[in-house]
């Protein structure tokens, strides 16, 4: 079955090439095309389209598809091209010809746009979600660790003294940036484009903001045209929010790759988090800190995956749009499942409290020393020239004391207001009056 077609059956190859592996992703936009049916066919019926008795039972089959693909007995027959079809099928099946009429003042084409956009939020409050898991735990982190002192580096050399603190700390803060981003997302995400029909409106007297109340979106993509246009770059937008957690989440990961090797030996982890060789006994791999740096760095790819497959497509629909699924939807589960591993694998950390006791860190304290002689009145560019001079000839000695006390350091943290910081870009988002809206719909 296709909603588009009418008596010439298409070839079957070029129907293989043209649906590809969409009736999968499809099932993926089930529930949602469900949701937005029951909107739609409230408005219909608002607007004189439907009657009350079609509309109770149509409501009501609905309702019972959607506990059907809740349950996971929902399938897309093989003949039929995708959720839409099946879906409409379904009610066709059960109901008679009311279900034939679920499809006026629509098309595909913004069928397609509030499932996704529908998918999109749900999406991004899985990823808000567990990000917040993650930032709890960095915080405690920091919080328990705040005075293990550990190097800091530039350029990869010992530079100066750093702490666990300050590391864990760096990270939650880095995932509010990120968060930032993914609120700008699911601010595009978050505008209603039902009505918008192919991309140029419909002659019915349809009723915009009414589907916009129901599936709890914030406000419409007003311009019809441009609701079609948004297909590709809500995608693009999205997966860049994406791949700016990922890139927190992959530099963690080589962080952490090179403080397990024996040459830093500044943390580790229980042997049943790492793995082994087949040969060599003695090995402790960091597999999870790899997959997840590599898992990371194809996330951050996709925008550009997105953008080219978009770029110079003139405004309305066209079908290479159909691609973008490909790369988005399993990106949302590997980004989650890199989430939750890297949560685990810091729930289970352990910390090296004794790095600075080897001497070879001993220069981290330079500074320190430069910094206590200008305190003492000796002019920067003097005392810069007096410890540089103690180094070069083995007299420095290190006071191995930090007394950094400005906003942001060592002995200054500012993680509560960074917790506030996190938390109330979360508070933005608005999950619950969403919820509320999708649940009153399908109660």
Known sequence: MKL?????????????????NDRELDLMLARFDVLGSLAHTQMLQSIGLLSSKDLQAIQKELKNIYREIEAGQFVIDEHVEDVHSQVELLLTE???????????????????????????RDAIEHIVKSTSVLFDTLIDLSNRHRDVLMPGYTHLQIAMPSSFGLWFGAYAESLADDLQLMLAAW???????????????????????LTTELLGFERLNYNVVYAQMGRGKTERILA???????ATL????????????????????????TTG?????????????????????????????????????PAGYHRDLQLLKEGLFPAFRSLND??????????????????????????????????????????????????????????FKPLKEVNHTHEGSIGNLYNKEIGHMFYKIVDEFGFSKVNSALKRLIE
């Open 4 to 20: 588009w077609q009418k008596e010439t059956d298409v070839e079957s190859s070029v129907e293989r090439f043209t649906v590809g």
């Open 94 to 120: 059960r109901i008679g010809d009311a279900g034939k009429k679920i499809h006026s003042g629509r098309s595909r084409n913004d069928q397609v746009l509030v499932d996704l956009k529908l998918y999109f």
């Open 187 to 209: 601010k595009v995400c978050n505008k209603n484009p039902l009505g918008s029909a192919a991309g140029y409106g419909s002659s019915f007297p349809l009723n915009r903001s």
């Open 240 to 246: 860049q929010a994406m791949s700016s957690i990922a």
């Open 250 to 273: 992959a530099k963690m990961s080589m962080d952490s790759c090179l403080y397990m090797c024996q040459n830093f030996g500044f943390i580790s982890f229980p042997d049943n988090l």
């Open 277 to 313: 060789s087949s040969i060599m006994p003695h090995k402790k791999n960091p597999d999870v800190f790899e997959l997840i740096r590599g898992r990371s760095n194809k996330i951050m790819s996709l925008p550009n995956e997105i953008a080219m497959i978009t770029t110079n497509l």
């Open 338 to 395: 890199c989430i939750d591993m890297m949560t685990l694998m810091l729930k289970n950390i352990r910390i090296n409290a004794h790095i600075l006791d080897d001497p070879k860190y001993d220069y981290l304290f330079s500074v320190d020393v430069v910094n206590e002689q200008v305190l003492n009145g000796t002019p920067f560019r003097d005392a810069y020239k007096n410890v540089g001079y103690d180094i070069e000839h083995g007299h």
